[in-house]
């Protein structure tokens, strides 16, 4: 376990708001909120999270404004100057990470990856 009390990453207000939301049902000294990150997903990200009793020895423990965030080092590696967001739209739940300078996959109803026919049912 490595601690951290500043990584280059900014949350939203959204973001601390849901965390904290989560983090209510947390028991024990040591809870905290883990978060990894993987490539993939419309915003280039994949996002998992978890309430857990504590972190696991490779993880890093991230303090921020009272929140206890347990990062594996690749998610540390891949939210190097993002900026994570929570979303809560008729159209999507979750989190939106994003970088300066990167720009995000289409993933909408107007995209072209699957033809919507192909889904409906007969």
């Not at 303090?63 to 347990?70: P, S, T």
């Not at 994003?98 to 072209?112: E, N, Y």
């Amino acid at each position: 376990m490595t601690a951290a009390n500043e990584i280059n990453t900014r949350l939203t207000p959204a973001t601390e708001a849901f965390i904290r939301r989560f983090l209510r049902y947390a028991e024990g000294p040591e809870a905290g909120f883990q978060f990894k990150v993987t490539p993939g997903g419309c915003s280039g990200f994949a996002t998992q999270f978890d309430l857990v009793a504590g972190p696991r020895a490779e993880d890093v423990v991230w303090e921020h404004e009272g929140l206890r965030i347990y990062l594996d080092r690749e998610s540390c590696k891949l939210l190097d100057s993002a900026t994570v967001d929570f979303s809560e739209t008729l159209m999507h739940t979750g989190f939106v990470i994003s970088i300066p300078g990167v720009t995000q996959a289409a993933c909408d109803s107007t995209s072209k990856l699957v033809p919507i026919e192909s889904l409906m049912r007969r």
